[in-house]
Nanobody, 123 residues
Framework: QVQLVESGGGLVRPGGSLRLSCAAV????????RGWYRQAPGKQRELVAT???????NYADSVKGRFTLSRDDARNTVYLQMDSLRVEDTAAYYC?????????????????WGPGSQVTVSS
């Protein structure tokens, strides 16, 4: 059973910073794609940043130069450092991991979402 545990988020003033983290727990993993998505009220969920395999990073144009995705493979964790936050960054942020986990007998595909972390940017 794969579970994603998120932390971080909260309330910050415009121009401030926050860091989100997302850790996969529950076994041995081979990750294919890890990243963050966000959903603001009344809007569709959108990509924020992803890392494919271990080295191909992709960012939404709206966050380039302000957000940084990093990974700690020893801890099965990815981080989203968010700087120069804007009011329009306010949303629920969800991590998503895709890959395989070892169930004791073989490698099983998974596609798991975290529970979501609220980020509110307001003065």
């Amino acid at each position: 059973q794969v579970q994603l545990v998120e932390s971080g988020g909260g309330l910050v003033r415009p121009g401030g910073s926050l860091r989100l983290s997302c850790a996969a727990v529950g076994g041995n993993f081979m990750f294919r794609l890890r990243g963050w998505y966000r959903q603001a009220p009344g809007k569709q969920r959108e990509l924020v940043a992803t890392v494919f395999d271990r080295s191909t990073f992709n960012y939404a144009d709206s966050v380039k130069g302000r957000f940084t995705l990093s990974r700690d493979d020893a801890r099965n964790t990815v981080y989203l450092q968010m700087d120069s936050l804007r009011v329009e960054d306010t949303a629920a942020y969800y991590c998503n991991f895709k890959g395989k986990f070892w169930n004791g007998r073989g490698w099983i595909e998974f596609d798991e979402w975290g529970p979501g972390s609220q980020v509110t940017v307001s003065s």
